[in-house]
């Protein structure tokens, strides 16, 4: 085992086991539950190892400073900011968020150990609630940031028991700061791929260059509740009926236009084996390459809802919940870091906290090669020896921008 891969495992070991389901194997790390405050615990513990003062921004998102935090800013040197999220889907992989903290940390040690002293501070992040599995808006912490939701909108955003974000954050969010902003120079996270590509370019490490645009969708059907052995069939309003239509629809509209939709979430009231539901609410998660297909799909599967509730008799309410533009990484810098690592430049259909600051500084992403391709799954993977590869790849970025 390399140096570097010994490393990583024995920093990796320190975090694997918080969160992890026994039964799944997968991760339940919600936003500012117990598991992912123990991982910001950790992650404070690793910023003192390293003399690396942490601050916050008000809005739950975190960040420890290699470099005089007051520094940078239009005035002064702009910092080098890397980093990712804690926070995981439901039974989610081990690597979807924390690969990017770690290895972010394991970079300043490489660059240290080389003796390097960058001339802008290097600072890295943990952005709160990436993945809106408990909040329902992704990337809300880089969204508060950046000023891209309003700060009272996300104060109430409330979780499945009905905690809300400012609750379980203990204050109202801060909203945006762009004069935090303002001394970050450029962005990069690192992120296991969520895909095969790597795989089959047989390479370890990849840059990004786009993410599809995506959002999500609330479809809200009422129909009449009612019993379920006495309501002829004839006199029923049965908003399940529009909903598994719903779902055929959205699965046939995107196969038709070579985009994604996913419908994965349901509320059903009142969810009892014999009773006719009153409402029926599902998610639609719809991702496109170009703005005009999302939008065409969207579209098309919200018609094909309200036709078929006309015919059930049940009412529809089809509500954004979010929605991320196309997401084109700076080029220039996308292609120097290319260089720079003689690696592929991949696109994605996965949403990053990256994608949210692309619009704000120059962003990159890395990719590291995930074996079995899958993401959001127990089964998500990363080899020891490309998650190190993984390190020194992002280790030679920072250098490249934040000794220049
Ligand atoms: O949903 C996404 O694309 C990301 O993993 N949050
Ligand atoms: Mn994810
Ligand atoms: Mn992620």
Known sequence: MSRGTGRFRELWDEIAPIGRDAGSGGYLRY???????????????????????????????LFAWWGDPDSGGPAGVGAVLTGSHFDSVPHGGAYDGPLGIVSAFLAVDELRAAGVTPVRPVVVAAFVEEEGARFGVPCLGSRLLTGEIDADRAAGLRDAAGVSFAEALGQRPAGADPALLGRFAAFVELHVEQGRALVDADAPVAVASAIWPHGRWRFELRGEGNHAGTTRMADRRDPMLTFAFTVLAANKEARLRDAHATVARVA???????????????????????????????????????????????????????????????????????????APVLPTGAGHDAGVLAAHLPTAMLFVRNPTGVSHSPAESATDADCAAGVVALARVLEELACH
């Open 31 to 61: 936003a500012l539950t117990a598991p992912e405050l123990r991982l910001r615990e950790w992650f404070r513990a690793q910023a003192d190892l390293r003399g690396m003062p942490v601050s916050g921004d008000g809005n739950g998102n």
């Open 268 to 342: 059903v009231e009142p969810n009892a084996t014999n009773a006719i539901p009153s409402t029926v609410t599902g998610w639609l998660d719809a991702r496109a390459a170009a703005p005009e297909t999302l939008d065409g799909l969207v579209e098309a599967v919200r018609a094909k809802a309200a036709e078929r509730a006309r015919r059930d008799g049940t009412e529809l309410t089809v509500t954004r919940e979010s929605a991320t533009p196309l997401v084109t990484f700076d080029g220039g810098l996308a292609d120097r870091l290319a260089g720079l690592l003689a």
